[in-house]
């Protein structure tokens, strides 16, 4: 079964929308959600890689616990998606491994 | 339930575990006796440097014995591996010990001359902030140079802990959780330990690796531990790409991408907290020579109790009036814990007391 039927957005939340860019493409998504489900809604299903196996990783719990919904948000890396609201113009870049210093 | 034993090894730490698991891979029947999970853990809670460089300005002896121990570390994490499984983590490209002014420098490298006439094989190079920025480039330009060694690595020391109880149990180890020992009753020929949890323990041999509690056990064998307190707090960042291939003293990156940065030193007791103003001292001091961490999120910060003797040294002795049991104590359990795995449970096993030992007996403080 497809993992993208699973994420609908509810009625209740299709009042207004915003434009974000997840890596540079623009997105019209409900103004209501956090990051982390805008990216799940836009079907982008893993929004890192992991620092030492490069492995990909989703939202999992979705309540700021799990930490496997790191992402660049707004030129900051390692924010988690699910507690960071959608803004209109945002940028958001999934991660590619840890982020880099030098 | 009594349960008798070749050896009892008090303390389930680094000290405790690297002489227990050179013990038992020698074929003797061994216990470790842990304490609570709220014990004071001073292996849980270090940065993780396996360190010559410096140490022993004032007993070269101390240089000698942390220099034996870091030669013999790669075969020791070779052997880990081997037994346990469990990756540690260890390398040793060599450590840099920074010096914010030309003052500093100066006096690091006096030190270091010094203890090399000594030792020869105590090296080091003296780099100013031209060659140091070559050679560590993450270095900003505010650091005056730094001392580098290539004596000097890094390891994981919670992997160290936890392969060696691996290896240890793999070896035929017997591990008892919960058994803070609060009693050693030396009895014709052997020792019969009580602990917390009621329980009793008989062993041929008692050795004494529990950190800060061996103030109070060591003197019903006829031994002394003056070990205090000392505190030291660090911070560790969110996982970052590698940038720096060596460990400094005080800023060091891990194999999973984490930044330590520590240390401090503080006499407050038992108290292992932390404090608002100390770690953001420890901040700025890493900040200063390494201005890329600026903006690194700070994801953890913790305290831990170091155990100090008086003069900083360790204690190696077994009783003259209880012969059988003995005492080691120190404040580098990562560093010297090749040398506990494989020089001293020989010497306990009834081999020769190593000749550098000789420095590390506790009558110095009866002075």
Redesign the interface.
Known sequence: MPTDLLFKTLPLAQQTTVRIYIDEQMHEVPGTLSVAAALLAAGHLACRTTPVGDNERAPFCMMGVCFDCLLEIDGVPNRQGCMTLVRDGMQVRRMQGARSIA | MQKTFDIAVVGGGLVGMAIAFGLAKRGKRVVVCDGEDNALRAARGNFGLVWVQGKGANCVNYARWSLHSADAWQGFADELLARSGVSIGFCRPGGFNIAQSREELASKAEAMQRLHLAEPRLKFEVLESKELAQRL??VGPHAAGAIYSPNDGHVSPLYTLRALFAAYERVGGEYAPNANVTEINPTSGSFRLRVANGHTLEAGRVVLAAGLGNRTLAPQVGLRAPVKPLRGQILVT????P?LAHPTIYVRQTV??SVLVGDSAEDVGFNDGVTPDVLADIARRAIAPFP??E???VVRAWGALRVMTPDGLPIYEESASHPGAYLATCHSGVTLAAAHCDTVAPWILGGDRPALLDTFYANRFAV
């Open positions: 480039p993450a969110e996982r970052v790409r940038f999973e991408g890329l961490l903006h690194v999120r």
